[in-house]
């Protein structure tokens, strides 16, 4: 079962702003490690969508953000559009289980 | 442009063998980790395993440990999941992945194959 928490789902309208939230422990976000997230369009392998906290790869637009406090980490979308329907997940390492950790994974769909 | 190519996935029965293949190019293989993720149907993505750049180290999940094993050719910029004793809960699409990142608690999955699909069934 994965270590991190994420809500199931999250909706908006088109050009709304929503986050989503990873919730974590002592042993993984709240240890220091850094968070990822990942963004996977159906039926297709995930892509990187914030590495290191709140850094984006080349190409990833910026109403995408990242941050981090203490045992959590949220990913905001700004400007919600019809292609990032999509789920999300964040990811850390996890030093109880010597390995890398998943969220639970977020839907996220635009009304 | 990083390209990561996965083959191998098939039917196999409860307690058979399988070997995934990973091939590579567009980066300099030999200098960077790899990894194995997967997904079970409908499911969360898992780690796997993970194997640094000269495949001195390896590292696995506790539900793999003991039973899969990952590899690497340099020489061929491939990857390999040798996975036994296969169990139902086995059944998911594995994804080759790139580690990207310079510490092994800071790494993220940078570049990902398309997947092959894994089914465990009698």
């Known amino acids: 079962q994965s270590v991190l928490t994420q809500p199931p789902s999250v909706s908006g309208a088109p050009g709304q702003r929503v986050t989503i939230s990873c919730t974590g422990s002592?042993?993984?976000?709240?240890?220091?490690?850094?968070v990822h997230w990942y963004q996977q369009l159906p039926g297709i392998a995930p892509k990187l969508l914030i590495y290191?906290?709140?850094n984006r790869p080349s190409g990833v637009p910026d109403r995408f953000s990242g941050s981090k406090s203490g045992t959590s980490a949220s990913l905001a979308i700004t400007g919600l559009q019809a292609e990032d329907e999509a789920d999300y997940y964040c990811?850390?390492?996890?030093?109880?289980?010597?390995?890398?950790?998943f969220g639970t994974g977020t839907k996220v769909t635009v009304l | 442009e990083v390209q990561l190519l996965d083959s191998g996935g098939d039917l196999v029965q409860p307690g058979g063998s399988l070997r995934l293949s990973c091939a590579a190019s567009?980066?300099?293989?030999?200098?960077?980790?790899m990894s194995w993720v997967r997904q079970a149907p409908g499911k969360g993505l898992e780690w796997v395993s993970g194997i640094d750049g000269s495949g001195g180290s390896t590292y696995y999940a506790d539900s793999v440990k003991g039973r899969f094993t990952i590899s690497r050719d340099n020489s061929k910029n491939t990857v390999y999941l040798q996975m036994n004793s296969l169990r139902a809960e086995d059944t998911a699409v594995y994804y080759c992945?790139?580690?990207?990142?310079?510490?092994?608690?800071?790494?993220?999955?940078?570049?990902w194959g398309q997947g092959t699909l894994v089914t465990v069934s009698s």
């Open positions: 290191g906290n709140n």
């Open positions: 002592s042993s993984n976000i709240g240890a220091g490690y850094d």
């Open positions: 567009g980066f300099t293989f030999s200098t960077n980790a």
């Open positions: 990811q850390s390492y996890d030093s109880s289980l010597s390995g890398y950790v």
């Open positions: 992945a790139k580690f990207g990142g310079s510490s092994w608690q800071k790494l993220c999955f940078d570049y």
